[in-house]
Nanobody, 116 residues
Framework: QVQLVESGGGLVQPGGSLRLSCAAS????????MGWYRQAPGKQRELVAT???????NYAGSVQGRFTISRDNAKNTVYLQMNSLKPEDTAVYYC??????????WGQGTQVTVSS
């Protein structure tokens, strides 16, 4: 069992930055692939970025070059640095932990609002 707690969301102006954090507990964090997903009102949840246990990263095209995912296995935490934010980045952001598709866990989500 893995518990995930996101933090760092909030209101930011277009062009601004935020850093999301996801603290994990309850299992061996380093073996899980971690990811950030988001869901905007009226839309399906979509992939934002993932980072494998070995550190390989993957990004949605819409955030490539603006967002950076990273992990600190010593702190059992995954981060999402979001720069050059746009209004269309407004969504609830969810942290995900996946172990080879056999075990999958979600956090409760954190709201990110990009607005002037």
């Amino acid at each position: 069992q893995v518990q995930l707690v996101e933090s760092g969301g909030g209101l930011v102006q277009p062009g601004g930055s935020l850093r999301l954090s996801c603290a994990a507990s309850g299992s061996i964090f380093s073996i899980y692939a971690m990811g950030w997903y988001r869901q905007a009102p009226g839309k399906q949840r979509e992939l934002v970025a993932t980072i494998a246990s070995g550190g390989t990263t993957n990004y949605a095209g819409s955030v490539q070059g603006r967002f950076t995912i990273s992990r600190d296995n010593a702190k059992n935490t995954v981060y999402l640095q979001m720069n050059s934010l746009k209004p269309e980045d407004t969504a609830v952001y969810y942290c995900n932990a996946d172990l080879l598709g056999k075990l999958n866990y979600w956090g409760q989500g954190t709201q990110v609002t990009v607005s002037s």
